[in-house]
């Protein structure tokens, strides 16, 4: 027979667990096919759009990571080499952690904020005010 305290840590353990879910942030998953030998990925623009992000920005991320040359096509990105999933979800998760997550508070209401004077781009948190700076060029 179970105790009263354990009752109220199994409770407490679900409440946490609960709130530890709505906090943290779901990186997006791509959603696509093959057409021939290249991959579309059909949910591009709303990745970008998630994260807040100039899809220019990301597709020239995705692009170099990948090795491959593409283009994006109304709000699909067209990948001319056969790409897994996921392979260009890790990517999404390594653009994720780089330019969208805050290093501090670990939300992505970030913004990119580029200082032209001396080429650094930063990561400016909306939510703690944190600032880090990122690789300018991608
Ligand atoms: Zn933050």
Same mark, same amino acid.
């Given at each position: 027979?179970?105790?009263?305290e354990k009752l109220l840590e199994e409770a407490y353990g679900r409440i946490k667990k609960v709130g530890g879910n709505l906090k943290r942030f779901e990186i997006p998953k791509v959603e696509g096919h093959f057409e ?13 759009? !998630?994260?807040?992000?100039?899809? /220019? ?6 692009? +170099? ?6 283009? &994006? %096509? ?17 990517? !999404?998760?390594?653009?994720?952690? /780089? ?6 508070? +670990? ?6 904020? &580029? %200082? ?23």
């Open positions: 027979m179970e105790t009263y021939g030998k290249k991959t579309i990925i059909t949910n591009f623009s709303q990745i970008a759009s !998630i994260f807040r992000r100039n899809p /220019e920005h990301l597709q020239k991320f995705l692009l +170099k990571e990948i090795a491959a040359s593409g283009q &994006r %096509e109304g709000d699909r990105l067209v990948l001319n080499i056969k790409v897994s999933s996921a392979k260009i979800n890790q990517k !999404i998760e390594e653009y994720a952690q /780089e330019f969208v997550i805050c290093k501090e508070c +670990k939300k992505p209401d970030t913004e990119l904020i &580029r %200082e032209p004077h001396n080429r650094v781009t930063f990561i400016h948190c909306l939510a703690c005010g944190a600032k880090h700076s990122v690789r300018s060029k991608i």
